[in-house]
């Protein structure tokens, strides 16, 4: 039996975006695109506290990116998606799409 995948709305809509940005997802440039994509806005740390779960569920992985003067010297954590990653996104999608088709099948037109 295959194990089930556990996600809150936040943590798939964050999931997503990391997918969607590729390398050049880190906290500001993932709160920006949930703010561009979903009119969702979220505070930083609230994007770093979720990305810190996904990370420890292995949705994600993250390294540390090169140091910037904008940043002062800083240097980002950037995140990737995993494989396991992406194949729970799709299973949950697809999860989605059999219940929509469903919806539609049993809803009067």
Do not use: C
């Amino acid at each position: 039996m295959a194990s089930r995948i556990y996600l809150g709305e936040l943590e798939e809509l964050v999931l997503l975006l990391v997918a969607l940005l590729n390398k050049e997802a880190y906290g500001v440039s993932i709160a920006e695109e949930l703010k561009k994509q979903a009119n969702r806005e979220i505070s930083i740390s609230a994007v770093h506290a979720v990305l810190h779960r996904l990370e420890e569920k292995g949705f994600v992985k993250s390294r540390l990116g090169g140091a910037s003067e904008e940043r002062g010297g800083r240097k980002k954590r950037l995140f990737t998606i995993t494989a396991y990653g992406r194949h729970s996104l799709e299973e949950l999608r697809d999860t989605r799409n059999t219940i929509w088709d469903l919806i539609t099948k049993a809803s009067p037109a």
